[in-house]
């Protein structure tokens, strides 16, 4: 349990027990963390933001506390999880935050179930399908070195996430929640069976309000889509990691916050 939120779980459609974090009240923020990382990354967001708005920090399937899935590690699904955990809250509309891979789960999540239960959405730091493509041969040298040496390369990825020195116990809990996942889980949700074209027509298909939070990797593509959606702001973090809600908690936070009371859709 983060410091100022409460443990609650619901059961997907296909029978698997999900984790969120339910912490503060207002308006809505239902945050999704990357490959196989657990809700309390976004420790520093829920308990910044939980006094003036209502955060959801949530376990996708077989990350963090919610329990080992055997199936359904594929963006249909886990989109699906989203809009099923947005159900269950019963709230007519959020924001919804995305991180890394959570930035695909979430563009999954309206491209197969509309925007109508969104407000606006923050993408951080992931490709949305514009610009070239970006070479694959970090993940084809990621995938055999997780096959064969999965704990130093977890613990080396984890380490790289952050550009601000981390404290040793952090790194390690951190590294320990993403080990819980099962290996071919893990290489699956790496994998996804979707065209780069598949995100880059999701983000497009909304107008709900977006913001893209990103490091100078992905500044190509964030100048595509401010030029090109016709309600996107795009916020480039040039000191931060991979991490930057961590790494500029405080930047974020407020970039957030101002998203949420002054560009969402709330009506």
């Not at 598949?198 to 500044?219: E, H, K, Q």
Request: aromatic share 8%; glycine share 8%.
């Amino acid at each position: 349990m983060l410091a100022t939120g409460i443990d609650r779980f619901f059961t997907s459609s296909d029978g698997v027990r999900l984790h969120y974090v339910d912490a503060g009240r207002g308006r809505p923020l239902v945050l999704v963390p990357g490959w196989c990382m657990p809700a309390w990354i976004w420790e520093q967001q829920v308990a910044a933001l939980a006094f003036s708005h209502r955060v959801i920090a949530f376990d996708p399937r077989s990350q963090g506390q919610s329990q080992i899935a055997t199936r359904g590690h594929e963006p249909g699904r886990r989109g699906r999880d989203i809009m099923e955990l947005i159900a269950q809250l019963g709230l007519p509309r959020v924001v919804l935050v995305g991180w890394s891979l959570g930035v695909l789960d979430g563009l999954a999540a309206i491209a197969e179930h509309g925007d109508q239960r969104i407000a606006g959405l923050i993408l951080v730091d992931n490709s949305v399908g514009e610009g070239p493509a970006p070479s694959g041969a970090s993940r084809s040298r990621f995938i055999p070195a997780l096959r064969q040496r999965r704990e130093p390369t977890v613990r080396g990825f984890v380490a790289s996430m952050f550009r601000t020195p981390q404290p040793p116990d952090y790194l390690d809990r951190l590294s320990r929640d993403v080990l819980r996942v099962p290996l071919q889980a893990s290489i699956d949700l790496l994998s996804y069976p979707r065209p780069r074209e598949y995100w880059r027509d999701a983000v497009y298909g909304t107008r709900r309000p977006v913001l893209y939070a990103i490091r100078p990797n992905f500044a190509v593509q964030g100048e595509a889509l401010a030029a090109r959606h016709p309600d996107a702001r795009v916020e480039v973090f040039e000191g931060a990691g991979h991490a930057l809600f961590v790494d500029e908690a405080s930047r974020f936070n407020g970039l957030l916050a101002e998203f949420a009371a002054r560009r969402a859709q709330w009506a």
